[in-house]
């Protein structure tokens, strides 16, 4: 056994918080000594399975079975949350977990963004270094980015801390605005109950942006939220609009929160 490899068991952290990581991360399981590698698709738990290793380079690797497969008669479980490319796309995975079953992670995985037990100052610090970082990079749509990989799951642990920082920086127009233009089409996309409202306020702030492509950017994230209650919020951002084709996006987003039939932006 690698002892350089920490042991999940050793985390100290509650099962549910358990995180394969990214799913390029290759998570091993030990049972006895039988190495067995997690493998699989983000998007669904049925495209996961486990996959004996080969003895040796030679050798092809052996049988694949669903992870809660893996150990039969073991009386625990585990279970593993793996990062999808794409927020609201998480899956969970029931794993053994007993005498002779032991899960690791190569040494240059790890949970993806900060730890848990980060300070509020350490916690501005972490996401003001990947906003600004993010400032020469080349952002896509539909293409995950430094941005969504670091900040959504700072969001989704910490959303409480970071709330009055995000509001200070993105609203206040503190950083670049390509950069805060993809943290908040990344924070519209989020499938995440306890930051719903501060998510939505935030980006109903972002409408009154100075910088275009900031609001246009908080239009497109109100329209992936679909909420009904941005509604007076983008409203008044229809009537001081003054450029033609936002003002052609806020109303079509309108339409959609108002659920006028046919009318939908995602």
Known sequence: MNAGRPQL??????????RVGDSDTAWECFVGSVRWTLKGDTLSPKFWFVQQAAPDPLHESGEAKPPDQLAQG??????LQVYSE????DVWLNAPRGPGVSWEAPAEAG???????????????YVRGVLEAAREEYFADGMESSVSRELVPVVERHHKQ??????????????????TAEALHWLGLMDHAPSRHWRRRLLERCLEASSLTVRDAAGIGL????????????N???ERESCAEL???????????EGRPGWRCF
């Open 162 to 179: 970071i709330a009055e920082f995000l509001f200070y920086w993105l609203a206040g127009e503190k950083g670049d605005p390509e950069v």
């Open 9 to 18: 068991a050793s985390q100290g952290r509650k099962p549910q918080e358990f």
């Open 111 to 125: 949970t993806r963004g900060v730890q848990p037990d980060r300070s509020q100052e350490e916690l501005e610090q």
């Open 223 to 234: 329209a992936a939220m679909d909420d009904p209650q941005a509604v007076p919020s983008v």
């Open 236 to 238: 008044a951002a229809i």
């Open 86 to 89: 794409l927020p609201g796309f």
């Open 247 to 257: 003002r052609q996006l806020l109303e079509r987003v309108l339409a959609q929160l």
């Open 74 to 79: 073991q009386q625990g479980t585990i279970q």
